[in-house]
């Protein structure tokens, strides 16, 4: 009788073991394959925590050059208040010269400020106050539905058609956000990206560039 259980126990642990797998094509998250800018980063099953600095922070994949293409990755952040930046950065030149699509996981669920959930920038010269200011509520938007803002990885899918960008969450099938990128440049690094102050989780790197 207790035989009959083992088959049911090894089914169980095995399909346990193939659920925690990386899908095929994720990118290995560790010290050999990125290189941090402004952060401490430490590794660990396959995730990286970013710590809080002040000023932005990187994370560069090593010898990356995207284009056009899909950026699939799972990041989280936390529910503090302006201490809670996390999100990708793409078409890099250097430290300084990128585009980026980032999320405030703050805002999420905050009634006032939930148009302020997730962002696209440009640096140098347009980051969101100057994108704010010029332009209020195009280069950010709500999140519908709500990742958990507390404790919750999220998955993020950012298409990448130049000038267009589509920012895609938790595999919702419109877009939660739709701009145009204000770079000239087409090509460039790809790099997790955290803002001041903040610190961010990331795993499940995948990069699909376009036929």
């Not at 899909?70 to 430290?95: C, M, N, W, Y």
């Amino acid at each position: 009788m207790r035989n009959s259980f083992l088959p049911l126990l090894i089914l169980v642990w095995t399909t346990g073991r193939l659920l925690a797998q990386p899908e095929a094509g994720t990118i290995p998250v560790n010290g050999k394959n990125f290189t941090e800018f402004n952060r401490r980063v430490s590794y660990e099953k396959g995730e990286a925590h970013l710590n809080a600095n002040t000023d932005y922070g990187l994370l560069w994949l090593n010898s990356s050059s995207f284009g056009n293409g899909t950026i699939e990755f799972e990041l989280k952040g936390t529910a503090i208040p302006g201490q809670s930046f996390v999100g990708v950065a793409f078409h890099g030149r250097d430290d300084n010269t990128f585009d980026a699509v980032y999320f405030r996981p703050f805002n999420f669920l905050h009634p006032e400020r939930k148009g302020h959930s997730v962002q696209y920038i440009c640096l140098p010269g347009n980051d969101w106050a100057e994108l704010r200011g010029k332009f209020p509520g195009r280069y950010e938007n709500p999140i519908d539905p709500v990742p958990d803002p507390v404790d919750g990885w999220f998955h993020a899918k950012i298409v990448v058609n130049y000038p267009e960008v589509k920012v895609y969450i938790n595999h919702i099938s419109r877009p939660t956000l739709e701009v145009r990128q204000l770079s000239s440049h087409k090509q460039g690094r790809v790099g997790f990206w955290v803002g001041s102050g903040s610190e961010g989780w990331f795993r499940n790197l995948k990069i699909i560039p376009a036929d």
